[in-house]
């Protein structure tokens, strides 16, 4: 064997050294030989090998002539087989750790291993153990903790395999696990080529927060690499800086699956920024579940959460989160902001944003947070559309831009033409067609209310009125007056009067109704029939009578037609709104999964479930007021929609939470064939 050391190194004594002091170096190395358990025979080698190194260095021609053959290059000191072992012993002596371990490693496999249980072998694996852990010491020195804990992995393994020296192995693990932040560190901070490096700091950070019990320390955490929990937190503080968002949300959402709530906390966080910078709003919408999750106490969530709404884009949600908060001092400054609420809103959000939120990740650098350029952004924009109307946003698109510029002394005019943008996936309101559609899903008693609005002959002078009403709708009113006063006055009474009077008869005696409408119709020499006109291209009116089958909920769902009609469509449309509305309004509706795509049926019962764990309910009217037909082929039919649009979000004592009136809404639905049925499987809201 060659050691990679010269005699000077081995006796330990200066190049410079004369013999007196060769000799003196030489008699104190013999008088302190190693005491750590290393055999009789090992430790006459050593003594033999100090005693030809001293007899060398102290003879002046031989040491001439070595010094010579070292500055020619000659370097290491070849060793007999007998020899070895002491020789690695010096080696480790000299500290020359990291060359001794490895050496010894070597040593210890074939075909060079000694003989089980042989002296040899013992001294061996001692060495190896010692020259481990100061190899380790040393790159830890050097602030190389990852190489050290590697050295120690070897060491740990090298005793495990020889099955010797249990507590020399204890004391390796136990270095190793106090090295644990420091290794992690190590790997984490490494140039951002070094992938490998930083997946497996990523993965050492994963197994060592699990071990804890999570961020809180669960589990006798000071037992895990000598880290109370105060020390834990500023390593972690330490490390967040060279981690990016996106890996931070993904470790804090594991960890928070496994128990740990400050995880979910930190989880928000991570996914707010990484949404924020690079502008991915659904980032922001995930984060709100884990905030409105969290059990901290003493932690307000509500200010939080309101800055989301307002990214979003619901600036009244976005008020009433703040004004719902704990925290007396923040509803007082909001209070006395020198200027409009919703500037208050931004300010308070960007300061959030850039004080909080955007700090400690490797791939965000932002100096000023600019609410504007995120308003802008087209995907910012296109997810604020997509978003499920829970209540007024209180923002229009286009007034997305006057945000980041709002000061306390900048008023914002009320634009009460500005449309909201909301999601056009709205139901109907009542009327004839809704008692049909009911009448499927409803399955508790009827009240003596509900048997007379479900009654044929109400039903008939309903329907009579609402097609009355479109005729005029859809004609010049001046000319329908001038040309028709007949109709005029008849469509008058009849809507004031014989509804009325029907109704409260209807009351009395159900089968009296149609008798009684016949007089109060012939009186006016007016005849049902007569109501119901249509104007043809010619400008002559034909009549038309109520085909109830038209309105028959059981025989146009599912739609299976090969080319359905303009009114086919409108009436599938109109069963879609409907049926979403009865479940958002917690009652039941079977007709709603034969009109839409199992994806949008089940977000419906996603969102009544949410509804129903707030104790909330919505009421929500709708009605079509135009439909155009835009596309058309075999398996895919677009109509472009028009709807009058109301709602109401209920709370379980009865109070209204919030309100909308939309007169215009405009929404494109995509309607698409599956298995030979039509159904709704897309919408678009907006102009």
């Given at each position: 064997?060659?050691?990679?050391?010269?005699?000077?190194?081995?006796?330990?004594?200066?190049?410079?050294?004369?013999?007196?002091?060769?000799?003196?170096?030489?008699?104190?190395?013999?008088?302190?030989?190693?005491?750590q358990g290393f055999t009789y025979e090992v430790l006459a080698q050593r003594s033999e090998l100090l005693?030809?190194?001293?007899?060398?260095?102290?003879?002046?021609?031989?040491?001439?002539?070595?010094?010579?053959?070292?500055?020619?290059?000659?370097?290491?000191?070849?060793?007999?087989?007998?020899?070895?072992?002491?020789?690695?012993?010096?080696?480790?002596?000299?500290?020359?750790?990291?060359?001794?371990?490895?050496?010894?490693?070597?040593?210890?496999q074939p075909p060079q291993a000694p003989a089980l249980g042989s002296?040899?072998?013992?001294?061996?694996?001692?060495?190896?153990?010692?020259?481990?852990?100061?190899?380790?010491?040393?790159?830890?020195?050097?602030?190389?903790?990852?190489?050290?804990?590697?050295?120690?992995?070897?060491?740990?393994?090298?005793?495990?395999?020889?099955?010797?020296?249990?507590?020399?192995?204890?004391?390796?693990?136990?270095?190793?696990?106090?090295?644990?932040?420091y290794r992690i560190l190590d790997l984490l901070s490494r140039d951002q080529e070094d992938e490998k490096s930083h997946q497996e700091g990523l993965r050492l950070l994963d197994d060592f927060v699990v071990k804890r019990g999570g961020l809180e320390g669960k589990r006798n955490s000071e037992k895990i690499a000598g880290l109370n929990q105060s020390d834990f937190e500023l390593f972690l503080l330490q490390i967040r800086k060279f981690l990016t968002a996106k890996e931070q949300s993904k470790i804090y959402v594991n960890w928070y699956r496994r128990g740990s709530d400050d995880a979910g906390f930190l989880a928000a966080f991570a996914l707010i920024a990484s949404g924020f910078s690079y502008r991915k709003p659904e980032l922001l919408?995930?984060?709100r579940k884990y905030?409105?999750?969290?059990?901290?106490?003493?932690?307000?969530?509500?200010?939080?959460?309101?800055?989301?709404?307002?990214?979003?884009?619901?600036?009244?949600?976005?008020?009433?989160?703040?004004?719902?908060?704990?925290?007396?001092?923040?509803?007082?400054?909001?209070?006395?902001?020198?200027g409009e609420t919703l500037g208050a809103l931004c300010d308070y959000c960007r300061n959030w944003l850039k004080k909080d939120v955007l700090v400690g990740f490797r791939d965000i650098q932002i100096q000023n947070v600019d609410l504007d350029d995120w308003?802008?952004?087209?995907?910012?924009?296109?997810?604020?559309e997509q978003l499920e109307a829970k209540g007024a946003l209180g923002m229009a698109k286009a007034g997305f831009s006057f945000l980041s510029s709002l000061g306390p002394e900048q008023q914002i005019e009320n634009n009460s033409s500005a449309k909201l943008e909301l999601e056009g996936d709205l139901p109907m309101p009542g009327g004839a067609m809704d008692e049909i559609l009911l009448g499927k899903s409803l399955k508790s008693k009827l009240t003596g209310k509900e048997v007379l609005l479900r009654s044929d002959v109400l039903k008939n002078i309903l329907s009579a009125y609402y097609l009355a009403y479109e005729k005029i709708k859809n004609t010049d009113f001046k000319s329908f007056i001038s040309k028709r006063p007949i109709y005029t006055s008849a469509i008058a009474f009849l809507g004031?009067?014989?509804?009325?009077?029907?109704?409260?008869?209807?009351?009395?005696?159900?089968?009296?109704?149609?008798?009684?409408?016949?007089?109060?119709?012939s009186s006016e020499n007016i005849k049902p029939e007569d109501i119901i006109t249509n104007n043809n291209n010619n400008?002559?009116?034909?009549?038309?009578?109520?085909?109830?089958?038209?309105?028959?909920?059981?025989?146009?769902?599912?739609?299976?037609?090969?080319?359905?009609?303009?009114?086919e469509i409108k009436f599938l449309i109109e069963s879609w709104l409907k049926g979403k509305s009865d479940i958002l309004n917690g009652l039941d509706n079977e007709i709603l999964k034969d009109v839409a795509r199992l994806s949008l049926y089940k977000r419906v019962i996603e969102e009544r479930n949410k509804d129903n764990t707030l104790g909330q309910k919505q009421i929500i009217d709708t009605s079509i007021t135009s439909i155009d037909i835009v596309q058309r082929s075999n398996t895919r039919i677009a109509a472009d929609v028009e709807l009058n649009y109301q709602d109401k979000r209920i709370s379980s004592s009865g109070d209204v939470l919030s309100e909308t009136v939309i007169p215009s809404l405009k929404v494109k639905y995509v309607i698409g064939k599956n298995k030979n049925i039509w159904q709704v499987v897309d919408y678009i809201s907006g102009n």
């Open positions: 064997m060659e050691l990679p050391i010269d005699h000077f190194r081995l006796l330990g004594v200066s190049p410079s050294a004369n013999a007196e002091e060769v000799l003196r170096a030489f008699q104190l190395r013999l008088d302190r030989p190693p005491k005693r030809l190194s001293a007899d060398l260095l102290s003879n002046p021609s031989q040491r001439k002539t070595y010094e010579l053959a070292l500055l020619e290059g000659s370097s290491g000191l070849d060793l007999s087989s007998n020899r070895e072992v002491a020789g690695l012993l010096l080696l480790w002596e000299a500290n020359a750790s990291f060359q001794a371990f490895k050496l010894a490693k070597k040593a210890l002296g040899r072998e013992s001294d061996l694996t001692l060495i190896a153990a010692l020259s481990c852990r100061d190899a380790s010491i040393d790159e830890q020195a050097r602030r190389r903790y990852a190489s050290g804990a590697d050295l120690l992995q070897e060491g740990i393994q090298l005793l495990q395999r020889m099955g010797k020296l249990v507590e020399e192995r204890k004391t390796l693990e136990s270095d190793l696990e106090t090295l644990l932040p919408q995930e984060a905030l409105r999750n969290i059990n901290i106490n003493g932690f307000d969530p509500m200010p939080l959460i309101g800055c989301l709404d307002l990214l979003l884009g619901d600036v009244k949600q976005a008020e009433s989160r703040f004004r719902s908060s704990s925290d007396e001092k923040l509803k007082d400054w909001l209070e006395n902001y020198p308003f802008s952004h087209k995907e910012v924009q296109e997810y604020v004031l009067f014989v509804i009325g009077t029907s109704i409260g008869i209807l009351i009395q005696n159900k089968n009296s109704v149609n008798n009684k409408l016949n007089d109060i119709l400008n002559q009116s034909s009549k038309k009578t109520i085909n109830k089958q038209e309105l028959n909920a059981d025989k146009l769902i599912p739609l299976k037609s090969q080319t359905p009609s303009d009114k």
